[in-house]
């Protein structure tokens, strides 16, 4: 017998929150996972911090709640403490998901972690007196 998801894994299934791209953002990631399905991240960063997140996957309801979770987890953490972010991270925070769904909250974590390497490696404008620096 299959292993129902969590009241917080469904929910976030039927009800991703961050779910969608961001019109203004400063990095951004596409994976294709092995199962085939894919997870796209957007981040919006200021001062290190990631101040806002969006996703959108191909994928299975498992990957919506692991995508949502992994946005709501990032938000407001500094970019270094965000790129620690793993698989079970995401899995507690979701209250866990169903043993063949586990690798969907690996989809998420890695696009996260993607999507940090893109804007750490973007070339950026030096910052003027009393601004913040802005990806080219
Ligand atoms: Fe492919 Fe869940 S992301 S099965």
């Known amino acids: 017998m299959q292993q129902p998801m969590s009241f917080q894994a469904l929910e976030r299934f039927q009800r991703p929150r961050n779910y969608g791209p961001l019109d203004r953002w400063d990095g951004h990631a596409r994976i294709t996972g092995p199962c085939g399905d894919t997870m796209e991240f957007w981040l919006q960063i ?21 995508g949502s979770m992994a946005t709501e987890l990032a938000v407001g953490r500094l970019l270094v403490e965000a790129a ?3 698989q079970r991270d ?17 989809l998420a974590a890695n696009t996260l972690k993607a999507a940090i390497a893109d804007y750490e490696t973007r070339p950026r404008i030096a910052p003027r007196c009393g601004e913040t620096s802005e990806a080219l």
């Not at 200021?46 to 692991?66: D, H, K, L, M, N």
Request: include cysteine; proline fraction near 7%; charge should be neutral.
């Open 46 to 66: 200021a001062e290190g911090r990631i101040v806002q997140a969006s996703f959108v996957t191909s994928g299975c309801g498992p990957s919506r709640a692991a």
């Open 90 to 106: 995401v899995l507690r925070a979701l209250g866990g998901l169903p043993p063949e769904s586990e690798h969907c909250a690996l």
């Open 84 to 86: 620690r972010l793993e």
